[in-house]
């Protein structure tokens, strides 16, 4: 029971920083229909961020952290109007290949700058974890679960309070009526993918301290994100929420009762499950009948 | 002319190895041609049927680890019962590597086809991922990342002037000229006829497909097996060549790489996988001593952004177009005749 | 005035009780009426009226609610739309209604798919009567073009095509699948009058041929001169019904013409 609590914890830390991945992802998927393989790159930009300006630079590592988000935000709007904006009138699989190309562009030149060896990140936390009876949490991992709620929170405010996220939900809905009612496309566009990239480079910026740093580290990152999008549904940030944190579940009982050497494997089997019996997601409503 | 052309490049080919002495540059040869066939196969389903697959590495590797397991032999338990295989001769592996990638085509592409666009691309990602962790996981089958190891190369048997194993890198060179002239024909063959009709229909569009009763999910998952089956041959070529295979054959990378291939040498083309895989299989070489790998795939990156962005049908349609285009401009005042006259043919 | 009760055998469409709700929208409601063979029958009504959503219910494109369509005999609901071809019935489109890619030759090539047979290793093999069907499909081709009068634009890129042409190299396609029953929608919309007069043309030699036509249509005296019944829809519901004369006097359906100026475009 012990080892249970300890799974359920541990999922649920992880599940926070998942679910950051999965709303950059179903934010940006949603509303442009962009596969962005690219997702995982940001999320190791995230990582590698923080490691340049709180190990390598030796600078306050929270800086290090509102580095990372602010740079992966920007960074996501460059990626949208160098590459993004010109492709507007392409077809799917023509935008799939040029996200497919950006995706290695990065990640070779995270190679190069930084090399392949792994990199850890020091963190001003104690090492001594907090024993509450039966489980041990460490002082970093409860920050950053508190980080990533404070980051989902923002996210919902932002889409469900302000002008920017309701602009962005006409979009969603359908981009020809909301550019006839005056909403700026182009510019709602940027935003999105630029908040979606922020998200997974705050998610990589938390993660990257708990476990180390490897240009290789967005690659299974990416793909969990889109499971947890399939999971909850395309759009859907709640669903994205809640499906970050049945993937972080279903991976820690995985591999704590079955096999850690599929540990990876269980968000492709949910990937593979959810489309072929429920394409829509699990929490998705039922998209507007053409 | 034109008919002339595949011949002339023919000849060519089958006479490479008398004059080429760099046994490296040999090896190269092989190696782009089998993952030319792989990328030949990849084109079937991507450039002809539309349907963009990443997870093609998968009948690749599955093709490569049944022909080998095939021929090392294999003893297993599986849910209690114990599965006992005794080694077959490799070329028999050949054929194993096909079905067994064929089969899995069929029970990948029913199951995937029932998703379209997006949700399709990763459905097949995720079915290349779970089949790599398989391969890296199943360690009694598979030997893990410890790899297989020793495979042997396949032998010939030629009545009446017994047998010939494929030792050496010339042999093998024929072998994967051969069998890369099959598949091209294969593929020709299959897009000119009623079939090949029917999957491109499919591409162009489904709905209109299927209102003229084309059986859309029969013809995506042919497209699929046949697919499926002419990577697995490639994959089996690949491990009786390097003798040597272990999980990471199904990175994700090796399909990124077929990918580039037929996408910058022009999918939906014969020609087109081809093209892209040569400049895409010699790319490395050249650059080897300038770049390190790293630098590499950043330019292999940038060049398929670029291709995209500027000749989003690829190479081979761009060329064709400029050789059609300066065709007619050396025939031009016989042209404007014939134009003139078609000119006043009346009627809306 | 009801017309009277058509033989069943006669009966080719026939729509019973359908009904189709989005939600709480209510787009049809009990539609009932049949199509019987070798008429021509048109669908008219006013923008909104539920002619589009008909139409893909008809052809098996949208699932009703409630009530059966069935074509002769045979229930449409749940039905695959190649296997709606197989049964005869097929469909035009108004919008992407060509393979714009391929030449108009390949085009009618591919909507002549169900009449080939040639399995997969009849082609690898190259057997020789593989030869012989796709010389007979080549034949068919021809015919066909000659047929809908696009014979001098085999060769041509369907996508260049004038507009007025691509929707015949549309009706060639719908043909090329061997209709017994040819649904059109919206044949001849965005048409000048000599396209649509050519259209009009091809229609009647079609049913000549002995295929039963239902249409849909906007175009009043295209519809009315080319139909032998004309069934009018108005908020889902069928408002009237009979021949061409009895409807363009029918004061229900002039209400509904001229009344019904109400915001849906």
């Known amino acids: 029971m012990d080892q249970f609590l300890q799974h359920l914890l541990n999922a649920v830390m992880l599940g926070g920083t998942y679910a950051l991945l999965g709303i950059g992802l179903t934010l940006i998927f949603g509303i442009m229909r962009v596969v962005n393989f690219a997702h995982g790159e940001l999320y190791a930009f995230g990582a590698y961020t923080v490691y340049l300006v709180a190990a390598a630079l030796g600078l306050n590592f929270f800086l290090g952290l509102v580095v990372a988000v602010i740079a992966g935000a920007l960074l996501g709007a460059l990626i949208e109007i160098l590459l993004l904006r010109p492709m507007r009138s392409a077809d799917i699989d023509t935008v799939m290949l040029v996200m497919i190309g950006a995706w290695i562009v990065m990640q070779n030149t995270e190679l190069l700058l930084w090399g392949g060896v792994a990199k850890a990140i020091i963190t001003p936390f104690p090492d001594a974890p907090l024993v509450i009876g039966p489980v041990s949490i460490s002082w970093l991992r409860l920050f950053v679960l508190a980080a990533a709620l404070l980051l989902i929170g923002a996210s919902y405010v932002l889409i469900h309070r302000t002008k920017l996220g309701k602009a962005m939900r006409a979009t969603f809905q359908d981009a020809d009526t909301a550019a006839l009612m005056g909403v700026n496309i182009k510019g709602i566009f940027t935003a999105t993918f630029a908040i979606g990239s922020g998200l997974a480079a705050a998610a990589g910026a938390l993660l990257g301290p708990v476990f180390l740093v490897t240009p290789t580290m967005g690659d299974l990152a990416a793909l969990k994100a889109f499971a947890i999008v399939i999971l909850g549904g395309l759009g859907n940030i709640s669903g994205a929420t809640i499906g970050g944190f049945i993937l972080a579940f279903v991976e820690e009982i995985g591999a704590g009762y079955i096999s850690s050497g599929y540990r990876d494997a269980m968000g492709f089997l949910i990937i593979i499950v959810v489309l072929l019996f429920r394409p829509t997601g699990l929490f998705a409503r039922a998209e507007r009948v053409g | 002319m034109k008919r002339a052309l595949p011949a002339f490049w023919l000849i060519i080919l089958l006479t490479i190895p008398l004059w080429l002495q760099d046994q490296y540059i040999l090896h190269i040869l092989i190696t782009t041609g089998i993952f030319i066939i792989a990328a030949m196969s990849l084109n079937l389903l991507l450039g002809y049927t539309g349907q963009l697959s990443l997870g093609h590495v998968a009948f690749f590797g599955i093709g490569a680890y049944a022909s080998a397991l095939t021929t090392l032999g294999f003893d297993v338990e599986v849910f209690g019962f114990r599965v006992v295989h005794q080694p077959w001769p ?43 962790l ?26 009446g002037l017994g047998d010939y194993t494929l030792w050496n890198k010339t042999a093998y060179y024929y072998l994967v000229v051969a069998v890369g002239l099959v598949a091209y024909l294969v593929i020709a063959r299959l897009v000119g006829s009623r079939i090949g009709r029917a999957m491109i229909a499919l591409k162009e569009n489904e709905t209109l497909a299927g209102s003229v009763g084309i059986d859309v999910t029969r013809y995506l998952v042919l497209a699929a097996v046949v697919s499926a089956a002419m990577a697995g041959g490639a994959g089996s070529l690949y491990a009786h060549y390097l003798k040597i295979i272990d999980p990471d054959i199904f990175l994700f990378i090796y399909t990124v790489t077929m990918v580039i291939m037929v996408i910058t040498g022009g999918k939906g083309t014969l020609a087109g996988p081809i093209v892209g895989g040569i400049i895409f299989g010699f790319l490395p070489v050249i650059l080897r001593p300038f770049a390190a790998p790293a630098v590499q795939w950043i330019l292999y990156g940038g060049l398929m952004i670029a291709i995209v962005f500027v000749l989003p049908q690829g190479i081979v349609p761009a060329l064709e177009r400029s050789i059609a285009n300066w065709a007619s401009s050396t025939r031009k005042p016989a042209r404007a005749m014939a134009a003139g006259n078609t000119e006043s043919r009346g009627g809306p | 005035m009801m017309p009277a009760r058509a033989a069943s055998e006669d009966v080719a469409l026939s729509i019973e009780h359908v009904a189709v709700n989005f939600g709480g929208l209510v787009a049809l409601s009990d539609l009932n009426f049949t199509v019987c063979n070798g008429e021509i029958v048109g669908l008219i009504g006013p923008n909104g009226a539920g002619k589009t959503t008909a139409f893909n219910v008809f052809t098996g494109f949208l699932k009703p609610t409630a009530g059966e369509v069935r074509y002769r005999k045979t229930l449409l609901n749940g039905l695959k739309p190649h296997e709606i071809a197989g049964l005869g ?52 081709a021809r015919e066909i073009l000659r047929l809908v009068g696009l014979e001098r634009r085999a060769a041509e890129v369907a996508g260049t095509l004038p507009y007025g042409e691509q929707r015949l190299l549309g009706i060639a396609l719908a043909l090329a699948a061997q209709p017994s029953m040819l649904l059109l929608d919206e044949p001849v919309s965005g048409m000048n009058p000599s396209e649509t007069a050519k259209v009009m043309a091809l229609v009647e030699a079609i049913r000549a041929s002995g295929v039963t036509i239902l249409l849909v249509e906007h175009d009043m005296p ?26 363009q006097k029918n004061p229900d359906v002039i209400r509904a013409y001229l009344g019904e100026g109400k915001k849906r475009a």
């Open chain 3, 89 to 140: 019935l097929v469909r035009t489109f108004q919008r992407t209604s060509i393979f714009a890619n391929n030449t108009v030759f390949e085009n009618v090539l591919i909507g002549l798919h169900r009449r080939g047979r040639s399995s997969l290793w009849d082609t690898l093999l190259a057997l020789p009567r593989e030869k012989v069907a796709e010389g007979e499909l080549a034949d068919n």
């Open chain 2, 134 to 159: 398989i391969a890296l996981n199943w360690v009694e089958l598979t030997q893990g990342p410890l790899a297989l190891t020793n495979i042997p190369p396949y032998t010939l048997a030629f009545p």
């Open chain 3, 222 to 247: 295209m519809v009315m001169q080319v139909s032998d019944r004309i069934v009018v829809l108005n908020y889902g519901r069928i408002i009237a019904e009979g021949p061409p004369a009895a409807i």
């Open chain 2, 90 to 132: 490799a070329i028999v592996g050949l054929f194993v590597g096909m079905v067994a990638a064929g089969i899995s085509g069929y029970v990948i592409g029913r199951l995937s086809f029932k998703v379209r666009g997006a949700y399709f691309v990763i459905v097949t990602i995720s079915f290349a991922e779970v089949t790599r």
